[in-house]
């Protein structure tokens, strides 16, 4: 079963327009960590933001946030005030046990001027 | 990407030869590990290690070999390459669980075909 479903192959967003990216996931562990990370067009794998399963507040770093809803399994990043250099493909991932990752399929991201 | 370094960056093997992706990290990071990543299936762990001389089987890890004989050095084999293994690898660094696991160190990326 997938541990990570991310529902968007792509999406299209309007410069200066927020976006929100859907992440639903599966686990049975009562510790666990979800991450986004960004890959622009030259293939490195970019931090954004990271929640906690026990954390009390919605992870917060810069135009990015992520809507964490545990009772839904739910973990959306939302990019507010999307720039041209915000086009990528975006992964969700969780962290289960001690250190292994489990990424979705991805989401492209097209910001339009 | 600091302080993730893989090599090579772009391979192109044939199908039946062996080559091995080279890892490093200067962090002095307990854990480890090797991803591929297919078009449209996100990023799936090959191999992952814990510490030096302890590793363990990812999700994908059939046609992969690895040790850990340094905590700063991590290479993946691949012993008779195939057409399948053709992706793009990445090899990724960070400290135990806790706070400071929560930052997950990438490398730039191999691109390895196999013909």
């Known amino acids: 079963a997938q541990k990570i479903t991310q529902t968007q192959p792509g999406m299209f967003v309007q410069e200066k327009e927020a976006v929100t990216l859907d992440c639903t996931y599966d686990t049975s562990d009562p510790s666990y960590g979800l991450f986004w990370y960004k890959q622009p067009s030259s293939g490195e794998m970019i931090f954004l933001i990271y929640q906690g399963s026990y954390d009390q507040q919605n992870a917060t770093e810069g135009r990015y946030s992520l809507n964490f809803q545990k009772a839904r399994k739910s973990a959306n990043l939302v990019i507010s005030a999307s720039q041209l250099g915000d086009s990528a493909m975006y992964f969700c991932?969780?962290?289960?046990?001690?250190?292994?990752?489990?990424f979705g399929a991805g989401t492209t991201v097209t910001v339009r001027a | 990407n600091a302080g993730v370094t893989q090599t090579p960056k772009f391979q192109v093997l044939k199908t039946g030869q062996s080559m091995t992706l080279q890892c490093a990290q200067d962090?002095?990071?307990?854990?480890m590990s090797w991803y591929r990543q297919d078009p449209g299936m996100g990023l799936r762990l090959i191999h992952y290690?814990?510490?030096?001389?302890?590793?363990d089987q990812g999700e994908v890890p059939n046609g992969y070999n690895v040790s850990r004989s340094t905590t700063e050095d991590f290479p993946l084999r691949l012993l008779s390459a195939a057409p399948s293994q053709t992706s793009v690898y990445f090899c990724?660094?960070?400290?135990?669980?806790?706070?400071?696991?929560?930052?997950?160190?990438f490398g730039e990326g191999s691109w390895l075909t196999v013909v």
């Open positions: 990724a660094s960070s400290y135990g669980r806790g706070s400071s696991g929560n930052t997950i160190y």
């Open positions: 962090m002095n990071h307990e854990y």
């Open positions: 991932a969780m962290r289960e046990g001690d250190y292994k990752l489990s």
């Open positions: 290690s814990v510490g030096a001389g302890i590793t």
